[in-house]
Each structure stands twice: as structure tokens, then as C-alpha cells.
């Protein structure tokens, strides 16, 4: 017969409820870069962004970004325009979470 030791449970919080705050830090938009909502997913790697400039851009998913995160409509995304095209084509270089994006909104990086 095996023993269980009752500590080990799974789900069992052994600490106090008062948990520390901790400060999260957000990857802010730099230069030439523009946060924007993703509008639709196009296939093969494409977006269509509603970027906070106000241009919809065609935007592509770098082959290192394609299979570790995962894109979809009404995502807060971060875009670096092309150096030509720079109105109509962009590369997705981040993708924030919900919390995140609350926090952009909230410092005025996020204006759509």
C-alpha cells in the first residue's frame, strides 16, 4: 500500500492570501513602430491591421513568430512599416495580451 503525503496536493496554497503586487512591464511602441488591432487573418502568414495611424496595412508573420504565437482577430499586435510601402505593408513584430493592451490604452499608445 503506497503512502500519500497530504503537502503535496495539488492546488493546496500553503502561503497567505495577501499576495505581492508586481509590476508588469509592456514592450512600448519605438521608433517607427505602430501598435494596431488586427482586422483579418488572411492565411499564410498575413494580416490585415488597423494600424493607430489610421492606414490598414497588409501585414506579414516573421517565420520565427509563426509557430510560437498564435494570432487572432482583435488582437493588439505591434507593426515596423516597410521602408517602401511603408502605407500598405508592415511586419507584426509583437502581439500583446489583453492586460497589456488595457495598459497601452490607458498611457495613450493605443488611440483606435
Not at 29 to 56: A, F, M, T
Not at 94 to 108: D, F, I, K, P, S
Request: aromatic share 6%; glycine share 8%; with cysteine.
Amino acid at each position: 500500500m503506497k503512502k500519500t503525503n497530504n503537502n503535496n496536493k495539488k492546488g493546496k496554497n500553503n502561503t497567505n492570501n495577501t499576495q505581492p503586487t508586481e509590476n508588469i512591464r509592456v514592450r512600448s511602441p519605438r521608433k517607427g513602430e505602430i501598435p494596431g488591432i488586427v482586422e483579418q487573418i488572411l492565411g499564410h502568414g498575413k494580416l490585415k491591421v488597423r494600424c493607430n495611424d489610421k492606414n490598414i496595412r497588409l501585414c506579414r508573420i516573421p517565420g520565427k513568430m509563426k509557430k510560437r504565437i498564435w494570432i487572432r482577430e482583435g488582437d493588439v499586435v505591434l507593426v515596423k512599416p516597410w521602408d517602401f510601402q511603408s502605407n500598405e505593408k508592415a511586419d507584426v513584430i509583437w502581439r500583446y495580451t489583453r492586460t497589456e493592451a488595457n495598459y497601452l490604452e490607458r498611457r495613450g499608445f493605443l488611440k483606435i
